[in-house]
């Protein structure tokens, strides 16, 4: 009876950490979330909304709604490079007393990109939610898991989304909130442009995600 029990006692463990690192990754995101808002001077804000209008808004989109308002604060926290060449998140990552597991946390969050993903099933255990989806560009299934209410935000089994996630323990996690894919063509567009682009140039998916995720999202909101 050892080895069971110590299988066991391994699984409690990561089960444990999962947990641990989840309440970290939630508390870092709420905290550079209000950096990024609260401590943000005028002058830099109003650059980036420059920035995002002219990169992924038409003369139709220049007033925002508050879906694009909501992935404009995404974006201005996570992927818009300041004055000084940097992200937001990394400043604030640079800029704050972290533990030192926080910081690695911090670490994997600044590569991480809008992710178009399809959900195939989506589980409920103890009021925590847990999906096995498949990203579309490499086609591989992973299991997330997310605090958002699914009812409330309409998320379904067999829906396309982007999303924002990271690695954690046992699952990865969901960062932020997600938008879901509603227009046709949006995903085919994206695996064929990010084709082209990575023959032309070599860039990697995640790369790509980061830099040109918002236009496919957008037109996704319509």
Same mark, same amino acid.
């Given at each position: 009876?050892?080895?069971?029990?110590?299988?066991?006692?391994?699984e409690k463990?990561?089960?444990?950490?999962?947990?641990?690192a989840? =309440?970290? @990754?939630?508390?870092?995101?709420? /905290?550079?979330?209000e950096?990024?808002?609260k401590?943000?001077?005028?002058?830099?804000?109003?650059?980036?909304?420059?920035?995002f209008?002219?990169?992924?808004?038409t003369q139709?989109?220049i007033?925002m709604?508050?879906?694009?308002?909501?992935?404009?604060? %995404?974006?201005?926290l996570? =992927?818009?490079?300041? @004055?000084? $060449?940097?992200?937001?998140?990394?400043q604030?990552?640079?800029?704050?007393?972290?533990h030192?597991?926080v910081?690695l946390? $911090?670490?994997?969050?600044?590569?991480?990109?809008?992710?178009?993903?399809?959900?195939r099933k989506?589980?409920?255990?103890?009021? %925590?939610?847990?999906?096995?989806c498949?990203n579309? *560009?490499?086609?591989?299934? !992973?299991?997330?898991?997310?605090?958002? =209410?699914c009812?409330?935000?309409g998320?379904?089994? #067999? $829906? !396309?989304?982007f999303v924002?996630?990271?690695?954690?323990?046992?699952?990865q &996690? *969901?960062? #932020?909130?997600?938008?879901?894919?509603?227009?046709e063509g949006?995903?085919? =567009?994206v695996k064929n442009?990010? #084709?082209q682009?990575?023959? /032309?140039? #070599?860039?990697? &998916?995640?790369?790509?995600?980061?830099e040109?995720?918002?236009?496919?999202i *957008?037109r996704s909101?319509?």
């Amino acid at each position: 009876m050892q080895e069971p029990d110590s299988l066991l006692n391994l699984e409690k463990y990561r089960q444990k950490k999962q947990r641990m690192a989840e =309440d970290h @990754i939630k508390d870092l995101y709420r /905290k550079a979330y209000e950096y990024a808002l609260k401590e943000t001077n005028i002058r830099e804000k109003v650059r980036a909304k420059m920035i995002f209008s002219k990169r992924f808004l038409t003369q139709d989109d220049i007033q925002m709604d508050e879906e694009v308002e909501q992935l404009f604060q %995404e974006w201005f926290l996570f =992927d818009y490079k300041t @004055i000084k $060449g940097q992200t937001l998140f990394f400043q604030f990552l640079q800029s704050h007393f972290l533990h030192e597991s926080v910081k690695l946390l $911090g670490a994997i969050v600044l590569t991480a990109a809008w992710e178009p993903i399809i959900i195939r099933k989506i589980d409920t255990l103890n009021e %925590e939610v847990a999906f096995t989806c498949q990203n579309v *560009i490499q086609d591989e299934e !992973v299991s997330v898991k997310t605090n958002l =209410d699914c009812k409330k935000k309409g998320i379904r089994e #067999g $829906g !396309v989304y982007f999303v924002r996630k990271v690695p954690l323990v046992t699952h990865q &996690w *969901i960062l #932020g909130p997600v938008f879901p894919v509603k227009s046709e063509g949006v995903l085919s =567009d994206v695996k064929n442009h990010y #084709g082209q682009m990575n023959q /032309k140039t #070599g860039v990697l &998916w995640r790369t790509y995600l980061k830099e040109e995720a918002p236009n496919f999202i *957008i037109r996704s909101l319509s």
